[in-house]
């Protein structure tokens, strides 16, 4: 019988204790692509490059060295990959978890909390913008001095 992703997913998700887990990066729409696939529907051949997925605990729960490792370990084998990378989101920066948060959301326990979350990023990297904005053009100031 073939393996439902998208249940096993949520089991895993679960267990580690996950309000929200997201792919992004350049394998993001294919492994979302998998997850909501109906199982024993062929599935394409998978990229050899990494999986980056951002994992979200819910509110008490801290995910360890231990917990990360164990986590990404279980991915791979779910998404037969060579390696995922996993972010911590509360421990990511904004620039970081923004990119995350533009990826595809694999599994959510609280829609509520999750568009919350979502908000607070992109006020904070828009709060951020006229900073990023004002460093790329003092660096690219300082390369035409040169």
Known sequence: MPVNLKDALDEICRRYGLTEL???GSR????AERVRRTPGEPADGGS??????GARPLVGV???????VGLADE??????APR??????PGAKTVLALDVIRGE????ADSHAQAEYELYVLATAGDLAPYQRARQELALARYADR
Not at 84 to 89: E, F, G, N, Y
């Open 22 to 24: 997201y792919a992004f």
């Open 28 to 31: 993001a729409t294919e492994i």
């Open 48 to 53: 050899a490059s990494d999986v980056d997925v």
């Open 62 to 68: 801290r995910l360890d060295v231990d917990a990360v």
């Open 75 to 80: 991915l791979e084998q779910l998404f037969e």
């Open 84 to 89: 995922v990378d996993v972010v911590v989101l």
């Open 105 to 108: 959301l694999l599994y959510c």
